[in-house]
């Protein structure tokens, strides 16, 4: 991997950024809201608190203590977990034996991270120095933002996602250019992790598989039917598993019952017709505006989950939408206003220690995310807009990218928007991590096409000498 001058300086620039925000006290990180026992449960990984509610969402904390009588048995699976069973080998040298400091988590997250960077650098190795200088200068600009930094230090599903998508992107493009089996293979493994780190996630293996067929010749030059067939059953079995054991039976009734009366009620003029198209009567109206994890809500009641669950269910749902298209467009821009916030409203980044007051978020690093929702925030539909523009100049010079990306991107976005009204920033924080890639890639598209940003002799040696050149000359 040979990054040169310009790729080492970008990526020290990257890792001093982001160890600054995982590391430097006051060290940031994402608070907990009650997902985090879905991992910690397994490992009796416990805060060092007397009642968790009383530091959700306000301030997260570095220090948890084993505790055996906090394990639990949630029924999440999840490939984050090799992850915490990395950090839990790296805390043993740094920590006393009795306490995890949450911070070796944000230095697996983040090490992962900045090898997905380092790839990324070695792959501009043959644009010329002003081009190359400013592509990862945004790439520094755009992935390294607190919006996504912020996950690092954490023990949200979310954040293996973010930098396993990474990885898994970096490593088949890297694999498409340089055509070597070990690439491939890296690239089918982070396939793998990718979609089975979170459920909602699970059907990315369907793009994903996609763009394996398309592009089988240049991932396997020798033998591309039999070696993109095992590829497709090892990422869509990941899927197919992800879907059926990601999450414990009847978790997802919940953003069920938070999609229809903490979004679709609220916002219906006839509540009353709308339960009637979802199986619902009205005697359900009481619930109008109830978050399925308030204390108050009858979705704690087992039997009353049962029977709510035995009149609806997204297939109800998925028909409403499409008897009224009106209703979904309202439930699309108000979920594109959350997505617009890029950073999710009402989780801390702080430890109490830190001396800041409940929910604070840092302001360090975050000139792209809010440029981006000050740009989105005006109109939201420039968001849709312009993702769609950046898929029409990648497909130009690559259509299996630009339709791996755009079904990646949808898919993330109908899950997010449709399924749950729940934090629905922090659940679409991978259709804006897909939506950073995707401008990022058309830049790159246009600077290596229109720009003349390739060194001539890299044009001149081809797809051996310099991925980028691979990437021009092949189409």
Known sequence: MSLGRIGWVAWAAAAAIVIFQVLVPPAIGLSDNGDFAKITGEFNLYPPVEDLRDSAFRY???????????????????????????????????ARPDVFDLRVMGVVHAALFLTAFALLASLLSGVRAGFRIALLALAVLVFC????????????????????????IVTLLRAVVRRRAVDTCLAVFF?????????????????????????????????????????VLCVVSGGAYALVEGSPPGY???????IIFARLLPT????????????????????????????RSPMRDGRWAQSFLSKTSYRRLCWFYVMHPERALRVAELALGEAGLGRPPGIGNYDQSAGRPPYAQSDAFSI?????????????????????????????????????????????????????ASEVTRHLLLF?????????????????TLGGGLKRKDVARGSESSAPAALVAAR
């Open 252 to 258: 997802t009734g919940f953003p069920l019952f938070n």
């Open 432 to 448: 804006n991590t897909l939506w950073d890639v995707t401008l990022f890639a058309a830049v790159c598209t246009l600077t290596l």
């Open 145 to 168: 933002d607190v919006a996504c930094s912020a996950y690092y230090n954490s023990f949200y599903m979310d954040a293996g996602a973010f930098v396993f998508l990474m990885l898994a």
């Open 268 to 295: 219906a003029k006839d509540p009353t017709a709308e339960l009637a198209s979802l199986g619902l009567d009205p005697s359900y109206l009481r619930y109008s505006g109830t978050d399925a994890f308030m204390d």
């Open 368 to 420: 792209w995310s809010r440029a981006r929702r000050k740009v989105v925030g005006g109109f939201l539909w420039t968001y849709p807009l312009i993702f769609a523009i950046s898929l029409g100049i990648i497909a130009w010079r690559s259509p299996p990218a630009a339709t791996a990306l755009g079904l990646m991107g949808s898919i993330e976005f109908a899950l997010g928007a449709f399924t749950d």
């Open 191 to 231: 396939c793998l992790l990718l979609v089975t780190a979170k459920t909602q996630h699970a059907l990315l293996a369907l793009p994903l598989a996609v763009f394996l067929v398309w592009e089988r010749r240049a991932l396997w030059p020798r033998r591309a039917l039999l070696a993109s067939t095992v590829a």
């Open 60 to 94: 997260i904390n570095l220090q948890y203590d084993f505790r055996s009588d906090s394990h639990i048995e949630t029924g999440f699976h999840s490939s984050e977990t090799l992850l915490v069973r990395l950090a839990l080998l790296l805390n043993r040298a740094v």
